[in-house]
């Protein structure tokens, strides 16, 4: 029998903070998504909370967008390696989107792996299927928006997957459901 291991998600805003918070209620994922464990700053932030959240028996799921990392060789490196630093490591699961979380949540309606230039345009390509789709609280913290992709969450998995090796947009969040998936059916 398996213990009961913490699984925190540690992120950089707070579009992803509310997804995996409203994800957690409407799926029943045993998560921990709090605030201080997400930070508007930089990938070398997000690997110190790494760090000081493995000195205990716990799992941390990584959640944060790679388009500075294309722009900024700072990022890009700290980027590289904190991926190495944690490759293969069996309690941690990075989950990065190029460029932004949105590509995750447009996988949901269609699959792509176009390039977004832009965040912009990436938003505005979402909103075509989430029309009042923004990145301000007052948006987010409303689940709506998630309980709507929820029921396409089985696409979205495998959109991600088809186009995993394609070069272009991508997203790597599926490998954190498929894992709340599994620990949530063993649980049962």
Aim: net charge positive.
């Amino acid at each position: 029998m398996q213990t009961r291991q913490k699984v925190f998600v540690v992120g950089e805003g707070i579009t992803e903070q509310y997804y995996f918070k409203h994800l957690s209620g409407i799926k029943g994922y045993c998560i921990t998504v709090k605030p201080r464990l997400f930070t508007d700053s930089s990938i070398g932030k997000i690997s110190q909370k790494t760090t000081e959240l493995l000195q205990a028996d716990v799992k941390v799921i990584c959640v944060f967008d790679a388009d500075v990392s294309q722009r900024n060789a700072k990022e890009k490196a700290e980027l590289i390696k904190f991926k190495q630093k944690h490759k293969g490591h069996k309690n941690v699961i990075i989950c990065d989107s190029l460029p932004a979380i949105e590509f995750w949540f447009l996988l949901h309606y269609h699959c792509t792996h176009k390039q977004f230039t832009s965040n912009k345009s990436l938003v505005n390509a979402l909103k075509s299927h989430i029309n009042s789709y923004c990145k301000k609280k007052h948006f987010l913290e409303k689940p709506n928006w998630v309980i709507k992709m929820s029921e396409k969450q089985d696409e979205a998995v495998k959109h991600a997957k088809a186009i995993e090796k394609k070069g272009g947009s991508y997203s790597n969040i599926f490998k954190a459901i498929e894992f709340l998936d599994q620990r949530k059916s063993q649980q049962k």
